[in-house]
């Protein structure tokens, strides 16, 4: 069978819900055993519960990225147990606004959160990865690549995931560990519901169709989509893909104004 990760231990941070919740959901149908790390419990065991009713192995564990300390013990107890194959650093927040209003305890938790927490993880993984070779997948976003209206602070963090990735793509090629990261545009789940709800409660419907029509392919892409194009980065058929950046986008970055 392609992409088979069986007998592969995967980590996942943020995968409780949107994005991460279908990553977990299809490295587990693919065989790897799936590790969340996520600030909330209740949401992860709902992750575990759909993929244990797909056959599939899962654990969750508490951790805020963010928290060097915290994460170091997570992943070192993971790592007694089982060879950590795959992380994908998945866990991000985002923010509106531009510099003017963009305050520095903004800057600073997305800081935390989107680039310290992918050091964070990639580190603690790091030396054991140096063994046996491993997978390294980063979330960027299209705001790694282009400007984005009002997402001074997002952009920035972003910008540096993506960075991230070709420096640890290029330090640890020698040892068999492969680092990519995804690169999405704007993907349908309960956040972009949240933002439309709290920001645009008496049109939603037309924000959600102008929201969807600044893809050029008409339409946000689902996290299942992205979740697949994970998989195949976890799996040996990428064995010759490292350092790089894939936009899955509907064509955002190439097509827009075009």
Partial sequence: MKFDLTGKSAVVTGGASGIGHAICVVLAEYGAHVHILDMNLEYAHGTIQEIQEKGGVAEAH??????????????????????????????????????????????DKLYQVNIKGVYNCAQAVIDTMKQNGGVIINMASVASSVGIFDRFAYSMTKG???????????????????CNCISPARIHTAFVDGFIEKNYPDNKA?????????????????????????????????????????????????????
Avoid: W
């Fill in 62 to 107: 508490i951790c805020n990225v963010a928290n060097k300390e915290k994460v170091n013990e997570v992943i070192n107890s993971i790592a007694k147990k089982v060879k950590i194959d795959i992380l994908v650093n998945n866990a991000g927040i985002a923010h509106v606004g531009n510099l003017e209003n963009t305050k520095e305890e903004d800057l």
């Fill in 160 to 178: 540096a995931v993506l960075a991230m990735t070709y420096s640890i793509a290029k330090d640890y090629i020698k040892y068999g560990i492969r």
């Fill in 206 to 258: 037309e924000m959600f169709e102008k929201l969807s029509k600044t893809q050029p392919v008409g339409r946000m892409g689902s996290p299942e989509e992205v979740a697949n194009l994970a998989l195949y980065l976890c799996s040996d058929e990428a064995s010759f893909i490292t350092g790089s950046n894939y936009a899955l986008d509907g064509g955002f970055v190439t097509l827009n104004g075009n």
